[in-house]
Structure formats: C-alpha cells, structure tokens
C-alpha cells in the first residue's frame, strides 16, 4: 500500500510540472489571439474610419464637379447676356444718332404739316372756322415749346389731321351767326361730310349753301327748305335716317344730261363731285 501511495506521487510529481507548462502556453496563445483579434478590431475600425472618409470626399467631388459643371453653364450664359447687352448698347447708340437726323429732318416736315393744314383750313367749307383756325395756331404755338419733345409734338398734329379727316365721314347740325347782304343773322348750319354746307334761317323762310366753285353763299329756292330741315333734324337726331335731296356742286363728264339747275340739284347719271 505504501508502495502504491509512492507511486502515485512519483507519478503526479513527474507529471504536473508537464501540465503546469502546457496551461501556461495555453494561456500565451490565448493572450495573443486576443491581441490580434484587438489589432484586427482596431485596423477594421481604421478601415471604416477612411471608408467613411472616402465616401466623404467622393460626394464632396462629385458635389463640386455637378457645381463646376452648373458654373460653366451660368458662365456662358452670362458671357451671352454680357455680348447681347453690348449688342444692345450698341444698337441704342446708333439709334440715337439717328434720332438726331431725324429731329433735323421732322421739324421741318412738322412746320410744312402744319402750313398745309392751315391752307387747308382755309380752303375747306368754312365750318367752326374759330375752333380750327385755333387749333391750328395752339399746335404753332406748341413747337416752340422746349418742355414737349418730338414724339408729343408729331402726335398731336396727327391728332389734328385725324380730326379733320373725321370731319368728311360725319353730319351734324348746329346753329350760328352769318353775314347775309351785309347783315348778321342767325341760322341753323348743316353739313353734310364735306359735300355740303347749308344754312338756313330761324324762322325757315330762307336756305342756302356754300359753293365751294364761287367762294360764297348761294341761296337756294324754296322747294329746298323741307329737305335742308329734314336734314338738320336727322343731323339732330330728331328723325330718323332718310334719303334726302341736298345741292351739290359737281363736274360733269360730257355725256351727263342734267337738269338745268344751275349746276345743282338731281342727276339722272353719275357725276365726278368736284372737292372743295
């Protein structure tokens, strides 16, 4: 039994130290295994860390490049509006030289517009004769002004020349003084476009017109008294709108007979009507 006992403990004696050896390379090996694992940790959290920075950088390059390429864009642009402003500028430049020219070359056409529409005034059937003489004379007046440029100054003799042409498509009526055999009566005026310019008095007992061929006042018989009333009531908008037998003077082709009138009245063929 004793020899037993000393056997085992020459045994356990021999073999513990081996086991002793063995746990303590165990034991390294596991110390290193875990620092590698902790090295491997490490350099994987180096290998997100300059992952996330790549990433980082690549939207950061593709940002500036999508921005470049937006720059380049609005450049360009700008380079077009820069040329298209200079052509502009250009342009105005020319044109007010040539406004310059023009201003020289208007003026006078404006001042020969107006001597033509006074002689007009003149020769025309003598209606409203202070209102257009005055008209004329304001536009005068008006193109000495300093403080109405060109384009206001041309507008306004336009306006004048639409309002007399105005005159030739309308018909109205309106009374008035006339110097008849040297005295001042008051009559009822029709007109008629610029074909005709009758008068006739208040009490109806007297018509006439203007002839434009004599440069006076003609009367005209009786049987014309209804019809210039009808006319002056129509011109009122007192009746309604009718035919009516008015004198026109008129040049007549050589094969027009007429009614010898003297030079007025029913045409049983067309006639060229002679303009004032």
């Not at 025309?124 to 005068?140: H, I, K, S, T, W």
């Amino acid at each position: 039994m004793n020899k037993l006992i000393i056997i085992l403990i020459i045994l356990f004696a021999a073999f513990f130290p081996a086991r002793l050896m063995a746990g303590d390379k165990v034991q390294q090996i596991v110390q290193e295994e875990s620092i590698i694992i902790d090295q491997g940790r490490q350099s994987q959290d180096r290998i997100d860390k300059m992952s996330e920075e790549t990433r980082q950088l690549l939207n950061e390059y593709r940002d500036l490049s999508r921005q470049h390429r937006n720059l380049v864009v609005y450049n360009d642009n700008l380079n077009d509006m820069v040329n298209s402003q200079q052509e502009e500028v250009d342009s105005l430049e020319r044109q007010i030289n040539d406004i310059q020219v023009t201003k020289r070359e208007i003026v006078p056409l404006m001042l020969h517009m107006l001597d033509t529409l006074e002689d007009f005034v003149h020769a025309d059937l003598p209606f409203l004769q202070d209102e257009r003489r005055a008209r004329v004379e304001g536009l005068r007046n008006l193109m000495v002004r300093a403080d109405v440029d060109i384009p206001e100054k041309f507008r306004q003799i336009m306006l004048a020349y639409q309002t007399e042409s105005d005159f030739g498509r309308s018909m109205e009526a309106f009374q008035g003084e006339l110097v008849l055999d040297g005295q001042e009566r008051s009559v009822e005026f029709l007109r008629i476009g610029r074909l005709v310019l009758a008068y006739q008095t208040l009490d109806r007992s007297e018509t006439g017109f203007w002839s434009a061929r004599d440069r006076a006042w003609l009367p005209l018989e009786r049987r014309y008294n209804q019809t210039v009333r009808q006319g002056i009531r129509i011109a009122g908008r007192q009746a309604a709108p009718e035919l009516i037998q008015v004198p026109v003077i008129m040049s007549l082709p050589v094969f027009a007979p007429v009614y010898e009138d003297e030079g007025f009245g029913e045409y049983s063929t067309p006639a060229v009507m002679e303009q004032p």
